[in-house]
């Protein structure tokens, strides 16, 4: 049993039957029907299960399996938003803030060497694993908005804000609003985009006043964090990903796409 409502999986079974009517697949060319295929992915994503238990179960090979998965994430991943597409939607709702976070999607071992020597690419050494970063917008009460492209684990997170073409610009219009962006002080080297803690410097105590905002605002900003958690817990193939890491970006974005459809719920 699929831990989803019947009408995620015909969603997702839509989706893949509009992608074989576009490439012009004759009937019974395929191993799998569309509702089966799009139960495939369902499991993947949803269970984690390993490839080779579903080649098993689908009576179908390995590679066959990995064609089907790749299909299915391209076809949800395919109906994300745009980040402004997400914001406009956020400022209808009325939300006053909104908040971003960095997440580490965990990846089996990556030999791509980094810039620095000994050291690899997909390497993040706060948390001493391999994975990818992805950015994380969300709203006050932290449902997942919208989610980034894939940076490796090793970039900082306002690396990875700088390097994605639409954070930085968008974000900023939506501050411009009179609206705010918060964020942690892993941000802080763009501190007149996103409202960030105030940071305590050598020597010098915060006020009282100076505490008390930024509790305030570290507990507006912890939603971001269940955000992350929601998409991780929901969807077990996000816990480690054991396919090509530069598609992880894809991968989330196909979750956040299954997690707005079975909760019917986008803002």
């Not at 791509?112 to 690899?120: I, N, R, S």
């Not at 020597?203 to 006043?209: E, I, N, P, W």
């Not at 090509?244 to 707005?260: E, F, R, W």
């Amino acid at each position: 049993m699929l831990p989803a409502r019947q009408e995620t999986v015909l969603f997702v079974s839509a989706l893949i039957h509009a992608r074989r009517q576009r490439l012009g697949t004759r009937r019974g060319r395929r191993a799998l029907t569309c509702f089966q295929q799009a139960v495939l992915v369902m499991r993947w994503f949803l269970d984690g299960t390993r490839v080779r238990q579903l080649a098993v179960d689908n009576a179908i090979s390995v590679p066959n399996v990995y064609r089907c998965l790749d299909e299915g994430i391209d076809v949800l991943a395919g109906l994300k938003p745009s980040l402004h597409a997400a914001l406009l939607a956020a400022k209808i709702a009325g939300h006053p803030h909104v908040n971003i976070d960095g997440t580490l999607i965990y990846t089996d071992r990556c030999a791509a060497p980094g810039p620095t020597p000994g050291v690899d690419l997909w390497w993040s050494g706060k948390h001493h694993h391999h994975g990818g970063n992805v950015q994380v917008v969300s709203s006050p009460d932290g449902w997942p908005l919208w989610t980034s492209d894939v940076r490796p684990g090793r970039e900082h997170d306002t690396t990875c804000a700088r390097a994605h073409s639409q954070i930085l610009p968008d974000l900023m219009a939506w501050t411009g609003d009179g609206l705010h962006a918060l964020a942690d002080l892993g941000y802080e080297g763009e501190a007149t985009i996103f409202t960030v803690p105030i940071k305590k410097t050598k020597g010098v105590k915060l006020t009282d006043a100076q505490k008390q905002l930024n509790w305030l605002q570290a507990h507006a900003r912890a939603r971001a964090e269940q955000a992350n958690a929601l998409l991780k817990m929901t969807f077990k193939a996000l816990r480690r990903v054991s396919l090509d890491p530069s598609q992880i970006g894809k991968i989330v974005a196909a979750t956040l796409v299954l997690l707005h459809v079975e909760q019917s719920r986008t803002t």
